[in-house]
């Protein structure tokens, strides 16, 4: 293993052949901090932050209820076993896990769920899902969420929020993702005019992407089908 | 000969344009006729889904429809991701409110009577395995791979109702037929970072970097993939992936299309090896080539 | 007729919620009724007391009590009419308090159901009849179905109440699940040595006969007077000749299959002992292995044989035992964990079961005791524990709690230590359940003591790492994830309902629920009794429990049973099923749909083929009745005249209506 401090290090039982006192890992504990290129590796709540006080009492009913009825999910039956973070390989992202997130929309925190930074970092891996002992489909909870989220106009990871526009934004147009174009359109869109910058030679020179969308005759149909989501499908 | 409606994909015109392409010619050589969706257009991919559930079904069941068009009720796709979309709009429009609020979005209703496949799921179970092996002129003897299939292709178990969700076989079975020494891969439904490359590579570094090295682990010479997204978060992303985890990692990763088409003898230009990112010449050549008998 | 009319007010119970003087003033009101009165509590003693002065004052031949449900108190009041002169039959039960007060909360529409409920049952009582049970002798002796520690203690604790006991077992060696364990919670002694003694009492009581390598084949008849078939497997082993000198059992050269005993962690040879305190302690072929039974050529155990004792031709044998009454006591099984794939499925040999685990700490195992993972004979050093694998999880519908897998972890986790000073242990749990005597002191003692690492969090997946096993779940109190490369990992696996136990509950017409485990009476006030009279229940059969419990059980039902055979007679309930021959046409669906075989076809003296009831057999169910196309059954007290006067009382018929 070469991964320096990484996660990857599984704690001196393995490396030295010794017996640590305490082998177990956390995934997303202060004193493991990810060196890699991550930007946000370790989670924020952690970095110094006061914690939050919730007024059980003042429990928003009305964000339980949405998310119950738009996720088809009774988020009542979550028993907080753990079972999901467990499993979920972006817990390390995240800023609360998976059961965190399931917890505070149990106990109606609309604020800290629909700020939270793991709504919009879920992979929808369906890891959750699969797993969950009481059968809650836990990622479509996270994906309810991340759409109350932004329609509540949040977008606490924005350069996913950027990436999806811009995906969409391409689909719209062409009726197709269109790939150069789609990174085009992030790239000034989220400012991040690097990204990726690396892999364009590899990715030409193999005539990946190609320099002209494959535009479709019922691209019209599409973009029709955004016009009238934006018209009144915003609550459907 | 089984005729069966095709849906590409819009990384099958881009990024992934080799695993189209051999998903083509070894469907031809299989005996299935794969027929393309006329004017297909994107299924939404994950973006979709996550701005909306109704948008995201209704650019899925556009592509439905222009299938019950074609009056066929089947369709198949090469790619997890498209597949995902096409099956969950497909189960959620069982809700008639809510097929009524996708197909309000179409010009076109979908009557929602197609079921979508991946092509994997139809080689696996249309294609005798007898009729596979009798195909086989060059056998993967001598190579040691490991099957990842993604996250997405079987799970959750009860929308993709294909495999098995923890420990998928499909790909391990067809390999293993081809002849190649399939090694036991832990992380086969493990996610890869899935569309976060761009946005947050980091998440890809250290997701697909695992992947990696949980393939060294079990000593294999290449992965087999049957995911556009997971192709290149782990091939063309490899080198990103060893700057970010100071690592070296040469594993070539192809797509299973491209080592059946080898097995079965297919052109080499229809398998496109010579768009993976990583050298695949090395692990080829560990294939021992057939002896010179007949 | 003349018939009081009693409403009970159940201190605030009912009256709280009903107009209890005005319900009794509209009784009074009724056909027939000619005394009514409220009272505070019907069921006290001056409540009683009430009721008795008013029969033997008003002259009553008839009483009705309007209270709780009759599984309450219907005894209570048969009882005090009885004493009233009157037969136990002509009193009859309205519930207002199930069925009115405690789930109506508008106290007008609560007093006006509480009457027509009253007026049904005082419109049933108008056409009761005296009604008197028949007296039957008993068969004193009891069956015992289960040798685990249940069945032995209810075996023993009949035998020295004086009964003859039949104990039959399955296996070849009494001693069940508990024989298997290497120490008990939370006293950590040696549970083979405890119950040890206790088996050979099984075997030495003069009172008690022990067939093992046995089942229950077939049960007729009826409480007092059971008729019980039971099969006798071969084993191949004259059994009145083998002393278990053990001599075959190590010369035989057939090993290849698994022992069960060990958990299927060795292999066992074909004819075998299974472990050395064994009750009884005999051989016995495997004859699915036996090479000479299989392939026709070996012997090699006939030749060693000292007393001559192999039989390679015998046969199972049917044996009818006629009993009294019946304990059931058939225990539990484990949850089969290969229904949760992200643990491997059995592809890592290094992830076993708790009860695999008991026997590699055990010094009777096939380690000696000294744990020895099974992927390479290595000691582990982290040890992983995961809890309710099969517990409290409706994906794999076992939404129950097990109850003990959380007291026996923290004892594995224990012993963890004292077998491997330099070992740490983790334990993965959602709730530690411990309430019992010692028990919360117990698991913190294997985390303050021991320093087992207790993670509150479901594990995930496990997966193989070098010669490791990475075990990924989660740490819910520091609210992420975690890791443990593991040496070894133990699944803590519930209990589920024995295989073959609904079979068996067929053949005893006792129910089981949806998992499988035997229903009881009352669950709170009958635990060890059945729906079907004379047949107990003791142990886990009738629900996940500790070892405790399951001889408190087993203690409780031998109470049962040697309550029931202490009387000399006893009486059965006449409100049985009668068949009026005039009408019967002898077609015999009345026979066909019986679940409990107590109707028989006889011949009138004509020859002409009719149904006829055996009373003590007839559980008054009332399926007949329902069935008879000539509506020639009826069932005594619960006739069709009876029933459709309760009907009318509620709903009168249209011509009626404004009769008043």
């Known amino acids: 293993m070469s991964y320096g401090e990484s996660l990857y290090q599984f704690g001196a039982s393995v490396r030295g052949g010794g017996v640590s006192k305490r082998s177990i890992r956390y995934i997303a504990s202060p004193g493991t901090s990810f060196q890699s290129t991550g930007r946000f590796a370790v989670p924020y709540r952690k970095l110094g932050m006061p914690m939050q006080i919730f007024d059980l009492a003042t429990a928003d009913q009305g964000f339980i209820a949405e998310v119950e009825a738009r996720s088809h999910q009774n988020v009542k039956t979550c028993y907080q076993c753990g079972n999901c973070t467990a499993g979920c390989p972006y817990t390390f992202a995240y800023d609360y896990s998976v059961s965190q997130i399931m917890r505070l929309v149990q106990t109606g925190q609309k604020d800290a769920v629909l700020k939270s930074r793991s709504i919009w970092l879920c992979g929808s891996c369906q890891s959750c899902t699969t797993r969950c002992p009481n059968k809650i489909d836990v990622a479509l909870v996270m994906d309810v969420c991340r759409h109350m989220s932004r329609e509540a106009g949040y977008a606490t990871e924005r350069s996913v929020k950027v990436f999806a526009d811009s995906f969409l934004a391409s689909v719209e147009r062409h009726g197709r993702a269109y790939e150069l174009g789609l990174m085009a359109s992030y790239m000034t869109r989220s400012g991040r005019v690097f990204t990726d910058v690396d892999l364009a030679p590899q990715v030409l020179m193999r005539g990946k992407l190609p320099f002209k969308p494959h535009p479709i005759q019922g691209r019209e149909q599409v973009a029709r089908i955004f016009e009238r989501f934006r018209k009144g499908g915003k609550n459907a | 000969m089984l005729k069966i409606a095709y849906y590409p994909g819009c990384s099958g015109q881009g990024t992934s344009l080799e695993y189209d392409s051999s998903t083509r010619a070894v469907c031809k050589a299989l005996g299935v006729e794969l027929v393309d969706v006329p004017d297909w257009s994107c299924c939404g991919s994950t973006p979709a889904h996550t701005v909306n559930h109704v948008l995201s079904s209704a650019l899925s069941a556009r592509n439905l429809a222009q299938v019950e068009v074609m009056g066929m009720d089947k369709v198949t796709t090469p790619c997890p991701s498209c597949l995902t979309n096409l099956r969950t709009a497909a189960h959620k429009m069982e809700d008639p409110e809510f097929k009524a609020k996708s197909n309000a979005l179409l010009d076109v209703p979908c009557n929602n009577t197609v079921d979508a496949q991946s092509v994997l799921q139809v080689l696996a179970e249309n294609v005798d395995p007898e009729l596979i092996k009798s195909k086989v002129v060059k056998p993967l003897t001598g190579i040691k791979i490991a099957c990842y299939y993604g996250c997405i292709m079987n799970r959750p178990p009860e929308v993709m109702k294909f495999d098995h969700h923890e420990n998928p076989m499909a790909m391990d079975n067809l390999m293993a037929l081809l002849g190649a020494e399939v090694v036991p891969f832990p992380l086969k439904v493990e996610c890869c970072g899935a569309s976060y490359g761009i946005p947050r590579g980091d998440i890809v570094h250290k997701l697909s970097g695992k992947l990696l090295d949980a393939g060294r682990d079990v000593g294999a010479d290449a992965f087999v993939t049957a995911c556009p997204l997971c192709q290149m978060n782990l091939d063309l992303r490899q080198r990103q992936i060893n700057d970010a985890l100071r690592e070296n990692f040469r594993i070539p990763v192809f797509y299973y299309t491209q080592l059946l088409g080898y097995a079965l003898g297919i052109d080499r230009a229809e398998l496109g090896f010579e768009k993976l990112c990583v050298d695949p010449r090395l692990a080829l050549g560990r294939i021992k080539q057939p002896a010179q008998a007949m | ?660």
């Not at chain 3, 309205?94 to 529409?109: C, F, M, P, Q």
């Not at chain 3, 019980?228 to 083998?242: F, G, L, S």
């Not at chain 3, 002393?243 to 022992?259: A, Q, W, Y």
């Not at chain 3, 057999?617 to 009332?622: A, L, S, T």
């Open chain 3, 1 to 660: 007729m003349r018939i009081g009319v009693f409403i009970c007010h159940c201190g605030s119970n009912i009256a709280g919620t009903v107009d209890c003087p005005s319900v009794a003033a509209t009784a009074l009101k009724y056909p027939d009724v000619v005394f009514s009165t409220d009272t505070m509590y019907a069921c006290s003693e001056p409540g009683q007391d009430a009721i008795i002065q008013a029969v033997k004052e008003k002259n009553l031949d008839g009483v009705v009590v309007a209270s709780c449900t009759p599984r309450m108190h219907e005894q209570t009041f048969r009882r005090a009419v009885e004493r009233a002169g009157l037969n136990r039959y002509m009193f009859e039960m309205a519930n207002i308090r199930e069925h009115v007060s405690w789930i109506g909360k508008t106290k007008d529409l609560n007093t006006g159901k509480a009457s027509e409920l009253v007026r049904m049952a005082v419109e049933k009582l108008r056409r009761n009849r005296p009604l008197t049970a028949k007296r039957f002798e008993t068969t004193k002796r009891v069956l015992v179905i289960g040798g685990g520690v249940a069945g032995i203690q209810a075996a023993l604790d009949c035998a020295d109440g004086g009964q003859e006991v039949v104990l039959v077992e399955r296996e070849q060696s009494i001693g069940g699940k508990m024989a298997k364990l290497d120490k008990t919670f939370p006293t950590v002694d040696c549970s083979s040595c405890v119950l040890g003694p206790k088996m050979v009492d099984i075997a030495q009581h003069p009172k008690i006969t022990l067939y093992t390598c046995s089942e229950v084949e077939s049960v007729g008849g009826y409480v007092g007077n059971f008729q019980v078939t039971v099969r006798r497997k071969a084993t191949y082993v004259d059994w009145t000749k083998c002393t278990g000198c053990g001599l075959c059992v190590e010369k035989c050269p057939s090993r290849k299959h698994p022992d069960p005993f060990n958990e299927n962690l060795c292999n066992a040879p074909s004819i075998n002992i299974p472990f050395p305190q064994a009750i009884p302690k005999k051989a016995a072929i495997n004859p699915v292995s036996c090479l000479m039974l299989t392939k026709g050529k070996c012997g090699a155990c006939a030749k060693v044989c000292p007393v001559k004792c192999i039989d390679f031709e015998q046969k199972d044998e049917l044996v009818t035992v006629d009993v009294g009454a019946i304990v059931v006591a058939t225990g539990y099984d484990l949850f089969d964990w290969h229904k949760y794939p992200q643990y491997g499925e059995g592809r890592y040999k290094d992830v076993i079961t708790s009860m695999q685990y008991e026997r590699l700490l055990s010094a009777s195992g096939p380690t000696g005791g000294h744990v020895k993972r099974p992927s390479d004979g290595k000691e582990p050093k982290n040890v992983v524990f995961i809890q309710c694998v099969g517990s409290r999880d409706k994906s794999v519908n076992r939404p129950y709690c097990s109850g003990f897998c959380c007291m026996y972890t923290a004892k594995q986790a224990i012993l963890t230590k004292d077998h491997i000073p330099d070992s740490q242990s983790y334990v993965f749990y959602m709730d530690i359940r411990s309430p019992g005597k010692l028990y919360d002191e117990f698991t913190r003692r294997a985390m303050e003591e021991y320093g087992a690492q207790y993670v509150r969090g479901r594990v995930a997946m496990i997966y193989p790492k070098g010669d490791k096993l990475i075990v990924r779940g989660a740490d819910t109190l520091a609210g992420t994830q975690v890791e443990v490369p593991a040496d070894l990992v133990v699944l803590a696996v519930g209990a589920e309902a024995a295989k073959g136990a609904v079979q068996l509950g067929e053949k005893l017409r006792v129910a089981p629920d949806q998992y499988g485990f035997f229903v009881e009476s009352h669950p709170k006030l009958k635990p060890v009794e059945t729906n079907t009279a004379g047949v107990f229940l003791a142990g886990a059969c009738q629900g996940p429990k500790d070892i405790p419990a399951s001889v408190g059980q087993g203690s409780a039902a031998a109470a049962k049973v040697l309550g029931l055979l202490s009387k000399a007679m006893l009486e059965s309930d006449p409100a049985v099923s009668r068949v009026n021959p005039a009408r019967c046409v002898g077609c015999g669906k009345c026979i066909q749909t019986c679940p409990f075989g107590a109707i028989k076809e006889v011949q009138d003296r004509f020859g002409n083929p009719k149904a006829e009831v055996i009373d003590t057999v007839c559980q008054g169910c009332g399926i007949c009745t329902v069935t008879c196309p000539q509506g020639a059954i009826q069932l005594e007290h619960f006739t069709d005249n009876q029933i459709l006067a309760e009907v009318n009382a509620l709903c009168p018929p249209k011509m009626f209506a404004n009769y008043e």
